[in-house]
């Protein structure tokens, strides 16, 4: 985990300006977004600010916490080597805290789908009583005391006085501009590099047994699922906000992007390695009542063919991404 000690002096922002460019655009040959700033301008100055809250401890209720403590921009914003991350005085969550990169494009958010807009989704984890735990209106108090935050939201938004829409329009703007579209496999569409004979012939699998529900570009279809882990369901998933039997095991199907970056694996973080992952969908499927079709019976791979598609998700890590310093931690060292 990582966290930090509350301080009773503001720490130095060492880099105040790490970027050079704060423009969002659509990468070639993807669906327009869902979230396009039409009603939060971009500005670096909101970038900024946004970036800074992200990064900010005091969004938890003791100043432990921030949102960089689950999503670690080294994983893909994602919190490596943990099953369920660790929240406020080390609680523990159910849920494995996903990574966090082309949030544009989600019509919803969450594993199950309990957030429909990414200018809500911060409240979730802030009031989540094992994740931050924090009313936002103290957060607002806390944010308003600090000299250094009123001047950053006069620049971005005209005003020295703090509230809550204006705190998720700065974290919106930050990460909506998490955009992921630069891995190998990009590179290659783009006619820049080639692929191995591994990663092609797992390309070719992969659109054969994975595409349905890992649809490229953004390799989700965004929809509910159960791809069979259990018959007895220790979290309803999405069947928590419907209240629908037929809903019930089914977790939002998450984005490959990134995926070799972004262990452990599943809503639950049950598994380590993506060869633990091809295993239960060749041979581990659980047969349930709402078992999704197309992993009925298991999905059949041999030996090689799960490391020829292994070796293509492979190519899906956006190391360029990761090493962003615009998405940086200005808090650090």
């Not at 880099?15 to 993807?30: A, C, M, T, Y």
């Not at 290659?188 to 191995?196: F, H, P």
Request: glycine share 6%; hydrophobic share 35%.
């Amino acid at each position: 985990m990582v966290a930090m000690n509350a301080c009773e002096v503001d720490p130095v922002i060492k880099e105040e300006l790490p970027v050079n460019d704060i423009r969002f655009s659509v990468p070639q040959g993807w669906p327009q977004p869902v979230y396009d700033f039409s009603t939060n301008p971009l500005t670096t100055e909101g970038f900024i600010l946004g970036r800074k809250l992200f990064y900010d401890t005091r969004l938890s209720r003791n100043n432990t916490i921030s949102c960089g403590s689950c999503h670690q921009q080294f994983a893909a914003f994602s919190h490596l080597d943990h099953a369920v991350s660790h929240g406020i005085d080390g609680l523990l969550g159910t849920r494995n805290a996903p990574g966090l990169y082309n949030l544009n494009w989600h019509p919803s958010f969450m594993w199950d789908g309990g957030v429909n807009h990414l200018e809500v989704q911060p409240l979730a984890p802030v009031d989540n009583p094992v994740e931050m735990d924090e009313d936002i209106n103290n957060v607002v108090v806390k944010l308003q005391n600090d000299a250094d935050y009123r001047r950053l939201f006069r620049e971005a938004f005209g005003t020295e006085t703090i509230t809550t829409p204006l705190i998720l329009k700065a974290m919106a703007q930050f990460q909506g501009m998490l955009v992921s579209a630069n891995s190998k496999y990009d590179r290659y569409l783009r006619g820049e590099t080639s692929l191995s004979t591994s990663e092609l012939n797992g390309l070719n699998l992969f659109q054969q047994k994975c595409n349905s529900c890992h649809t490229a570009p953004l390799f989700t279809n965004f929809q509910y699922m159960n791809n069979g882990l259990d018959s007895v369901f220790a979290d309803a998933g999405r069947a928590r906000i419907t209240l629908l039997a037929a809903d019930s095991g089914t977790f939002k199907v998450p984005s490959l992007r990134n995926v070799g970056l972004t262990r452990q694996y599943m809503h639950d973080g049950r598994f380590i390695t993506l060869e633990q992952v091809l295993d239960h969908y060749s041979s581990g499927v659980v047969n349930s009542s709402t078992i999704s079709a197309g992993v009925v019976g298991g999905i059949p791979m041999t030996t090689q063919e799960k490391q020829d598609i292994i070796a293509f998700l492979k190519t899906l890590s956006d190391y360029s991404f990761i090493n962003d310093r615009r998405f940086a931690d200005p808090f650090a060292p």
